[in-house]
C-alpha cells in the first residue's frame, strides 16, 4: 500500500469507525486509536503514488504474471535439482518452504527444515539478492522486470547447486 514505506490501514463499519473520531474524545463510545506514523506525510505520498500505479491498466495482471513466473521457475530448478521442497504463493508473492510435507497452515510451515530456508536466503544475499533473510517470503512489484526475475533464478539456482552439495 505504501510502495514500500512504512503505512496501515484498517477498516469497518461506520458505527464501528466513528468510534475513533477525535471530536468524541472524552464520551464515553469514544475508543483511542493511536499510530506511531500515523498521518506521516511522506508515507501519504507513497501510498497515493503506489494507488495510483495499481489502478492503471494491466497492473494486477503484470503482478500476477510476475508471481507465476517466479514460482514455476523455482519448482523447475527444485525438481531438477531434486531437492525436496514447496513453492507456495499467490500473485506476486512466492515462497519456498523446505518440506515433503504439503504446506496447508503455519504449522506445516513451522515443521520444515527452517534452517534451511534460512541459508538459501542468506546464499541469496550472497550472491547480491538483498532479502530478508529471518523470512523466506520472496515479494515482488511492478518495479520488477522479466529479467529481475530470470536473474533472480539463475542465482537461486547456483545458490540451491551449492545447498544440496
Not at 8 to 28: R, T
Not at 53 to 61: S, V, W
Not at 90 to 103: A, L, N, R, S
Request: aromatic share 8%; charged share 25%; hydrophobic share 40%.
Amino acid at each position: 500500500m505504501g510502495g514500500g514505506f512504512p503505512i496501515g490501514a484498517f477498516c469497518g463499519k461506520a458505527e464501528i469507525m466513528d468510534l475513533c473520531i477525535e471530536a468524541n474524545l472524552g464520551s464515553k463510545n469514544y475508543v483511542w486509536v493511536a499510530s506511531t506514523g500515523g498521518g506521516n506525510p511522506v508515507s501519504m505520498a507513497a501510498s497515493l503514488a503506489t494507488l495510483q500505479e495499481l489502478r492503471k491498466p494491466g497492473a494486477y495482471e503484470r503482478l500476477h504474471g510476475l508471481g507465476n513466473s517466479l514460482r514455476e521457475g523455482l519448482r523447475e530448478i527444485l525438481s531438477d535439482l531434486g531437492i525436496t521442497a514447496q513453492v507456495i504463493g499467490d500473485g506476486p508473492i512466492g515462497q519456498v518452504i523446505f518440506t515433503g510435507e504439503k504446506v496447508i497452515d503455519y504449522r506445516s510451515v513451522f515443521r520444515s527444515d527452517r534452517a534451511k530456508g534460512r541459508r538459501f536466503m542468506l546464499g541469496l544475499f550472497e550472491k547480491g539478492i538483498f532479502l530478508n533473510p529471518l523470512g523466506t517470503k520472496l515479494y515482488l512489484s511492478l518495479a520488477h522486470s522479466d529479467n529481475d526475475i530470470d536473474s533472480f533464478l539463475e542465482r537461486s539456482r547456483e545458490v540451491l547447486e551449492t545447498m544440496k552439495a
